[in-house]
């Protein structure tokens, strides 16, 4: 969405907007900082889906939640959330390094969420 998860803080491939950039074509603006993320696998973020048990501002810190007594790591912030019959349902940009540890549920508060795969974005490196 404008202003909440496309904006100026976010590039395309942490978005999952892969196919929407050419790696091979020639000058463009920020053709260097996309290849040299794509090359040195430095995308730091990325965008999920998170179905929540509960009601969650956007805005929200989102934590791993697994060790509470450890302290919560910070994995990420809710970007956008809308009220749905089956919960609440939100866009977030989570780290990397949490989603390749194996992070599938985070927390907001008291509220759990669920990550989600998006449609038509994407994860994987090409």
């Given at each position: 969405?404008?202003?909440?998860?496309?904006?100026?803080?976010?590039?395309?491939?942490?978005?999952?907007?892969?196919?929407?950039?050419?790696?091979?074509?020639g000058c463009y603006i920020?053709?260097?900082?996309?290849?040299?993320?794509?090359?040195?696998?430095?995308?730091?973020?990325?965008?999920?889906?998170?179905?929540?048990?509960?009601?969650?501002?956007?805005?929200?810190?989102?934590?791993s939640g697994e060790d509470?007594?450890?302290?919560?790591?910070?994995v990420g912030r809710l970007?956008?959330?809308?009220?749905?019959?089956?919960?609440?349902?939100?866009?977030?940009?989570?780290?990397?390094?949490?989603?390749?540890?194996?992070?599938?549920?985070?927390?907001?508060?008291?509220?759990?969420?669920?990550?989600?795969?998006?449609?038509?974005?994407?994860?994987?490196?090409?």
């Amino acid at each position: 969405m404008p202003d909440h998860e496309l904006t100026e803080d976010y590039n395309p491939l942490e978005a999952g907007l892969w196919h929407t950039i050419s790696l091979n074509k020639g000058c463009y603006i920020g053709q260097e900082t996309i290849a040299r993320l794509h090359t040195y696998r430095g995308v730091k973020q990325q965008l999920w889906g998170v179905q929540f048990n509960a009601t969650v501002p956007p805005g929200a810190v989102l934590t791993s939640g697994e060790d509470q007594a450890s302290g919560e790591d910070k994995v990420g912030r809710l970007t956008s959330v809308v009220e749905t019959e089956s919960g609440s349902l939100g866009l977030s940009y989570i780290r990397t390094k949490a989603i390749e540890a194996g992070l599938r549920t985070v927390k907001a508060g008291h509220a759990t969420g669920t990550l989600l795969p998006l449609p038509f974005l994407s994860h994987e490196y090409l």
